[in-house]
């Protein structure tokens, strides 16, 4: 079955660092991807997405490319903040339109 | 703009007694979710509605009932709570289960099962 599959955390960077966090799917056909993102205390919220192959979602810094040869969809930053320190959930769309979550990745940023 | 909204936020239960989780959204969705999170499990689909009057089984709906009251209001209910139970809840919402855009999430509930 559909199924996604994010690197253990936690993560700790210290302010500024580089921050790359792995996500690889299993899916039959072309789903869409999506990263999630949960603040303390919080819901789920977007953080971005890309539908096809080597579409390239982007938001407050963050990006992640969608690459279907290798089945990954890596969350990257260039630099982060202590702000970024949250739970980042790597998801798939599949046919039947259901999202399809992995296990959530937390990240903590130290100043 | 209150976006989903549920009831309680917090709640203990003992083994047997039922409850029912409330959800409301003012968004005008189509569609409306109820998932569980789970340490390490990430969220799993309990059960969905792709509209109104409609109620479909996600992944793990054992213990479960949902009721799509009307196109704002989504409710889940435990009829015998058991220790597995214990999770926090999120509901959410969209505009059409078929679009690939963004899930929009409630603040989640937690419920401990003793």
């Known amino acids: 079955g559909n199924s996604v599959t994010q690197m253990e955390g936690p993560v700790t960077l210290s302010e500024e660092a580089f921050l790359t966090i792995n996500c690889t799917y299993t899916?039959?056909?072309?789903?869409?991807l999506f990263w999630y993102v949960q603040y303390p205390g919080e819901g789920l919220q977007l953080l971005l997405k890309a539908t096809k192959a080597d579409d390239k979602g982007s938001n407050k810094g963050f990006e992640a490319t969608y690459r279907k040869e290798t089945t990954s969809f890596h969350l990257e930053k260039g630099s982060v903040q202590v702000s970024d320190s949250a739970v980042y959930f790597c998801?798939?769309?599949?046919?039947?339109?259901?999202?399809?979550f992995g296990s959530g990745t937390r990240l903590l940023v130290r100043p | 703009n209150a976006g989903v909204t549920q009831t309680p936020k917090f709640q203990v239960l003992k083994t047997g007694q039922s409850m029912t989780l409330q959800c409301a959204q003012d968004?005008?969705?189509?569609?409306m979710y109820w998932y569980r999170q789970d340490p390490g499990m990430g969220l799993r689909l309990i059960y969905y509605s792709a509209s109104e009057g409609t109620t479909d089984k996600g992944e793990v709906p054992n213990g479960y009932n949902v009721s799509r009251l009307n196109k704002r209001e989504f409710s889940l209910r435990l009829e015998s709570a058991a220790p597995s139970q214990t999770s926090v809840y999120f509901c959410?919402?969209?505009?059409?289960?078929?679009?690939?855009?963004?899930?929009?999430f409630g603040e989640g509930s937690r419920l401990t099962v003793l």
């Open positions: 899916a039959t056909g072309y789903p869409s």
């Open positions: 959410a919402s969209n505009t059409a289960a078929s679009n690939t855009g963004e899930l929009f």
């Open positions: 968004m005008n969705h189509n569609s």
């Open positions: 998801a798939l769309r599949d046919s039947s339109y259901k999202l399809i």
